[in-house]
Every structure is written in structure tokens, then in C-alpha cells.
């Protein structure tokens, strides 16, 4: 049985899926949702506490036990808003890691918007129709206008029901003044889109997560609406939480303890999108991030990784000279597989970084060549990337800040510690490969010899070329004495 799993660290609530593949089709055959309330164990100083990790290490441990027979590449997990903003968030990936047993991205909040797009989209017929689809979360609200599978528009907002509710109702009660001001801080946090949302337009507008399916249960378990989640029902909840007025008091069919506890911040964000958006009626879909993420790994299982795509898109829009990347790149990788056992640098998540830094290390060149390694760092820290996690792109834009002028030793530190040693190891195989390539003409180039051994690397030429090539052999010079204060030596010959 061929089984696949996602994991989505959620601010409000952790979540398993395992699914039984077959012909590129999912089958859900367990799944496990943890009210951990992450965001809430933020402190004012954004650090996670003792208490929030122990509670998150605790489920993560259940989770791991329940997939450690499920090889790591048919595994996904991924952090979202809380992970993104925590201040110990690297620290407290070494505990999760551990105890789940598997590698831990924390995404940006447009990645995140696109996963839950792929898994409404998945959820659901596929009629032609645009959509907008709605995700309140635990730390942020997602908002994304689409036709079938391809989100057209992505939007990632800092307004989350566990935030909302710490912050307006922090003692449960509800008062009038309370959820209008809760209300009009979504409003501001909306405006900014709304004029754009509305010019594109949609047909269909769907809901998707705990916060919204709760509150359509609620709804409808109490005669409000008969089916999905309408703005007259949003009048009737609300004067419904303002007439009993706390939360602890609360009872409305089908949302259980942990959701009314965050109900009212949820409310708010859900109330200001219906405002600001004329919506008049919201369906609710069954899928969302969880089984996002399970699509988008089996693309990348399937050989259609959406990376690869991006990868490809920015090369045309930034108008990187794709001769001269590819050939960095065929260079780049002959090294990397002669060196990559002796140098400990043989996973798939390695070649990969190869690979993209060696197409996009010239994207810097579309602002600027006057330090366009620099620019290519920026644009590959900023940009959204689809596909990819913060930790792919921080590492892909470190390479590519290191593969010219002096290496960028204090930019490492900035780094996961773990990856730290390999991006150095990279980041010396790509400049080799660029250096080699100046020309930027692959006849050029003899057959080349490299071995390394720890920090020494040797390149051997056939005899007489460097003496023919008095540029390059100048600029092997020059890159000696770089590479010393990176901690390596270079010979050549």
C-alpha cells in the first residue's frame, strides 16, 4: 500500500492526514486534529513559551508514532503563521522535528494561500467558474481568486482567530464595542485589496478550515441557514454572541470547547470579509491546507514539481541569458557528483539548491550589474515562490549572494545551523562554475578534474590549458584568496 501524509502546523490547531495513493488519485485513510492553540503561547515578545512547545512536541510525538512507518519523501509538514513570526521559531523546529520524525517548512503566508487553493480546488467540481476562497486560520486569514486548479490571485493577511481573540476578547466577553472594533481591524487590514479582489470578480465564493466550518455548522445546526454559511446568518450569530455576551456561556450546536474559545475572533474576520466583499453567501469546502499540501507532494512524486515550474517562469520574466545558466548549471552538477560522498552533501533537498542557484544566479542582472549578486539575494528572499518554503528560498538566495566577489561568511549565520556547512560546500562548487564559465561559450571549457578533501580542493587541468587561458588562470588566482577566508584552500594545475 502506497501511503503518503501531511502535516499542517497550524496557529490554532495541528493536523495528520494519511492518505492511500493510487494512480494519482488520494484516498484519506486516517486523520488527527490537535487543538495545540500555538498562537496563543506566543508571548508579547513573540516567543514561543515552555508551555506552547510542550504542548506541540506532545502532539507532534503522537503524530510521528502514527507516520513512522511512512518513508521521509512521502511525508510533508508544514508551519505557518506562528512559525513565520515566532522569534525561537528555529529552536523549537530542532524539538518538532525530533519528535515528529521528519523535516519541518515553514511556508510564507502566499505559498500557504496557494496550498489551500490546490485543496479546495481538489474538493470540489470543477465547473469554470471563478472563485474566491476564504481561509481564516489560527494567525492569518488567506483570500485567493482562481478559476480550476490555478490560483490567479493570492492574498496572506497577520488577522487570525487565535490573535483576534487574544487581542479583543481576552477575557471572553463580547461586548457590542468589543466585536466593532474587532470588525473594523479586519476592515483596515482588507482594504488594501478589496478594490482589486472586486474588479477581477467571482462566481463562487468558498470557505474552507476550522474557523469556517465551525461557524457553518453552528449555523445550520441552529436553523440559521440550510446550507453554507449566509449573510443573514452572520446577523443572527452575531446578535446571538452579543445577547449571551461570554464565551464561556456559549452554547451553539456543533462547534465544540476548544473552536468557541476562539469563535469570537473568527466571527469578526469572517463578518468584515462578508462586509467588505458584498458577500452574500459562502459555500464550504472540505478541503483545504492538509490535503493541499498532499497534492503538491504528489506532483513533485510525480515529476510535476510546481518548483521546477517557477523556476522556469523567473528565468522568462527576469530574462536571465538561459544559455549561460544552463550551461553554469551542467558544470555545477558535474561537481556536485564528483565531490558530493566525500563532502556529505548527497541529498535530493542539495542537488536541488544546485541546480536553481546555478539557473538564477544571474536574475540580479535584470535591476542592476553593479553588485547583481546582491540584487539576486533580495529578489530571491522577497519574491513569491510558488512551491517553494522559506527555507528553499533562503538558501537558494545565500547561494546566490555567494557566487561572486567575496564570500559571504556573516550571511551564512543567518541560515538554519544544519544547512549551514552544506550552503558553504555549495556555494563554492557554484562560484567554481561560474568562474569557469566567464567566457560564456561551453567549448571553451577542457575536461576538468576536481577532488576535495575536507577543506582542500584540487582542479586539474589537461596539460598547457590554463597557460593558453591566461583569465581564467587569473581569475583561479584571485579565487584562491577568496576561498581562504571561506575556509577553503584551492590548488589547481
Known amino acids: 500500500m502506497d501511503l503518503a501524509a501531511s502535516v499542517d502546523i497550524g496557529s490554532h490547531s495541528f493536523h495528520l492526514l494519511v492518505v492511500q495513493v493510487e494512480n494519482e488519485t488520494i484516498r484519506p485513510i486516517d486523520k488527527i486534529r490537535d487543538p495545540v492553540a500555538l498562537a496563543a503561547g506566543l508571548d508579547e515578545n513573540r516567543f514561543l513559551t515552555p508551555e506552547a512547545i510542550t504542548r506541540a512536541i506532545n502532539s507532534l510525538n503522537k503524530f510521528g508514532e502514527r507516520i513512522k512507518a511512512i518513508p521521509s519523501h512521502r511525508v510533508r509538514a508544514v508551519g505557518t503563521n506562528t512559525l513565520r513570526i515566532a522569534k525561537n521559531s528555529e529552536q523549537f523546529l530542532k524539538l518538532a522535528e525530533a519528535a515528529l520524525g521528519h523535516q519541518i517548512e515553514i511556508i510564507s503566508g502566499h505559498e500557504e494561500a496557494r496550498l489551500i487553493y490546490l485543496g479546495v480546488a481538489h474538493s470540489m467540481e470543477d465547473d469554470g467558474q471563478k472563485r474566491l476562497v476564504v481561509d481564516i486560520g489560527g494567525g492569518s486569514t488567506e483570500l485567493i481568486l482562481g478559476e480550476s486548479f490555478i490560483p490567479q490571485r493570492v492574498e496572506s ?238 538558501c537558494l ?44 561559450n561551453s567549448q571553451e571549457l577542457p575536461e576538468i578534474k576536481i577532488t576535495v578533501n575536507a577543506n582542500l580542493i584540487s582542479l586539474t587541468f589537461p596539460k598547457g590549458w590554463l597557460q593558453n587561458h591566461p583569465l581564467t588562470s587569473a581569475d583561479l588566482a584571485t579565487e584562491s584568496k577568496y576561498l581562504i577566508n571561506a575556509g577553503f584552500f584551492l590548488q589547481y594545475s
Open 157 to 394: 493577511l497577520y488577522i487570525g482567530c487565535v490573535s483576534f481573540s487574544k487581542t479583543f476578547f481576552p477575557d471572553g466577553i463580547v461586548s457590542a464595542s468589543r466585536l466593532r472594533n474587532a470588525e473594523i481591524s479586519a476592515l483596515q487590514e482588507l482594504e488594501p485589496i478589496v478594490g482589486s479582489f472586486k474588479k477581477y470578480g467571482w462566481q463562487r465564493v468558498i470557505g474552507s478550515s476550522g474557523t469556517i466550518l465551525a461557524i457553518q455548522q453552528g449555523v445550520i445546526a441552529e436553523g440559521w441557514s440550510n446550507s453554507g454559511i449566509t449573510a443573514s446568518s452572520l446577523k443572527k450569530l452575531r446578535k446571538h454572541l452579543l445577547s449571551i455576551g461570554q464565551i464561556d456561556k456559549l452554547s451553539i450546536k456543533g462547534i465544540d470547547f476548544d473552536r468557541k474559545q476562539v469563535l469570537a475572533g473568527g466571527f469578526a474576520i469572517l463578518s468584515a470579509i462578508f462586509e467588505s466583499l458584498d458577500i452574500k453567501t459562502m459555500e464550504v469546502s472540505s478541503g483545504a491546507l492538509r490535503e493541499g499540501v498532499i497534492y503538491d507532494l504528489l506532483g513533485r512524486l510525480c515529476q510535476k514539481d510546481i518548483r521546477e515550474k517557477t523556476v522556469r517562469e523567473l528565468i522568462n520574466r527576469f530574462q536571465i541569458d538561459e544559455a549561460q545558466a544552463d550551461r553554469v548549471r551542467a558544470l555545477s552538477v558535474f561537481f556536485y557528483e564528483k565531490v558530493k560522498k566525500d563532502w556529505k552533501i548527497e541529498e535530493d533537498f542539495h542537488k536541488r539548491m544546485i541546480v536553481w542557484a546555478s539557473l538564477l544566479h544571474e536574475i540580479g542582472l535584470f535591476i542592476s550589474y553593479s553588485q547583481y549578486h546582491k540584487h539576486g539575494q533580495y529578489l530571491l528572499n522577497h519574491l513569491d515562490m510558488p512551491g517553494f518554503s522559506l527555507r528553499d528560498q533562503q
Open 397 to 440: 538566495a545565500f547561494l546566490v549572494r555567494s557566487h561572486r566577489r567575496k564570500f559571504p561568511l556573516s550571511e551564512l549565520q543567518l541560515l538554519r545551523q544544519e544547512d549551514r556547512e552544506a550552503m558553504r560546500k555549495l556555494g563554492v562548487l557554484l562560484r567554481l562554475s561560474v568562474l569557469l564559465n566567464r567566457v560564456r
